[in-house]
């Protein structure tokens, strides 16, 4: 057995929370520094259902190189270019706090342990990539003590997933998509807190937690470079959308967040199915919850409740609490008995919460 060593072990935990866009990021302008071809906008959810908790330690005992384990699994990082360049990032921010403070402890020098689980499946079109590096990157800045703001912490986990960035803050999240070159201004902001808007709530429906067929990296590759109704959606549609959701988030205004909300799902889809070969992430228990939603709304004469659809099957519906009866209450007696093949369950209705912290 090996002598205990006595050397230093520094440890820092927290938890992050998956964002589920409202206006999709779908497409890269530069896959190196992994910019956006378009801005995008979220709601951040609560962490009581989906969170992804990390742990990361480093040590002058570490041996070799950094490890990262996911889910009990150890993951491959030398060769994810994705998680070195966050890792990179953190260390050159910790080496200056170092190189300007000779009595810090030098952690950049030491290899890092990092090992991160989600409570619900991982990679089904739940955003777990999103609270993955939001984790992972305000673990490690935790660890190394980094002063930098949610805000510069996301130009980092921007590099690990697109829609990580979102998940360094809480309420409702845009991701402007920058112009500079070097990405410098490419950069989550909080449109506004959870606290603006109490009453909104999501309902996630697991309709499969298989792995997607098609990752959204590749997929939005292929959509970037076949699909014809792509350039309509970065050059007007989703400017627009943006402008108006902020101003229908500004004013807590539901039926109007929840119309854009689901017009920019179905643009997004649309899309994938533009691409070349098709690419399909809805399936047929989606669709019926999309009928079913208009069917709700046009039942009440108003709206109160709003799909959206990212890179898979799983439905999040979007509702004020007042109405959650009505919406949660029918999703879940019609899709939760009449639909064969139904085999996940529903997360139950969450409150659109916190930023990363130990929840
Ligand atoms: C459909 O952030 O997973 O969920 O930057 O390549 O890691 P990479 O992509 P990722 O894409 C998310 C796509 C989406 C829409 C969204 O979250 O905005």
């Known amino acids: 057995m090996a002598a205990p060593s006595n050397q230093p072990v520094y440890r820092a935990t927290t938890t992050a929370p998956v964002n589920i866009a409202v206006i999709k990021y779908w497409g890269k302008r530069d896959t190196t520094l992994n910019l956006p071809t378009n801005s995008s906008l979220s709601v951040t959810l609560s962490q009581r259902s989906l969170r992804t908790l990390t742990t990361a330690s480093c040590s002058p005992s570490y041996p070799a190189e950094d490890t990262l384990n996911l889910n009990g699994k150890p993951q491959e990082i030398q060769s994810s270019k994705r998680t070195l360049a ?90 402007r998509s920058g112009e500079l070159a070097d990405g410098s201004d490419s950069l989550a902001e909080e449109v506004a807190p959870a606290s603006h808007w109490p009453e909104m709530r999501a309902l996630v429906l697991v309709v499969s937690a298989e792995k997607k067929d098609v990752p959204s990296t590749e997929g939005m590759q292929t959509t970037v470079a076949t699909s014809e109704l792509f350039a309509q959606r970065v050059s007007s549609v989703v400017p627009e959308r943006m402008t108006a959701i902020e101003d229908a988030i500004r004013v807590r205004d539901f039926p109007k967040f929840a119309e854009i909300t689901m017009r920019d799902s179905n643009t997004f889809h649309a899309t994938c199915l533009d691409s070349w070969p098709p690419i399909f992430y809805m399936n047929d228990v989606s669709r019926a919850a999309v009928r079913l939603v208009h069917d709700i709304n046009r039942a009440v004469g108003r709206t109160v409740a709003a799909y959206t659809y990212d890179a898979g099957p799983n439905s999040v519906i979007y509702y004020e609490e007042k109405d959650s009866e009505l919406v949660a209450g029918t999703v879940k007696a019609i899709l939760g008995t009449n639909i064969t093949g139904w085999d996940g369950p529903f997360y139950e209705p969450l409150a659109n919460l916190t930023a990363p912290g130990v929840a």
């Open 86 to 175: 966050c890792l990179s990032n953190l260390r050159a921010l910790r080496k200056s706090l170092e190189d300007a403070d000779s009595s810090l402890p030098k952690l950049s020098t030491f290899h890092l342990r990092i090992v991160s689980e989600n409570n619900f499946p991982t990679a089904a079109g739940l955003a777990s990539s999103a609270a993955g590096f939001a984790a992972l990157v305000r673990a490690v800045a935790d660890l190394y003590q980094l002063p930098q703001s949610p805000q510069e912490l996301s130009r980092i986990a921007r590099q690990g997933s697109g829609s990580a960035c979102r998940s360094l803050m809480g309420g409702y999240v845009a991701w």
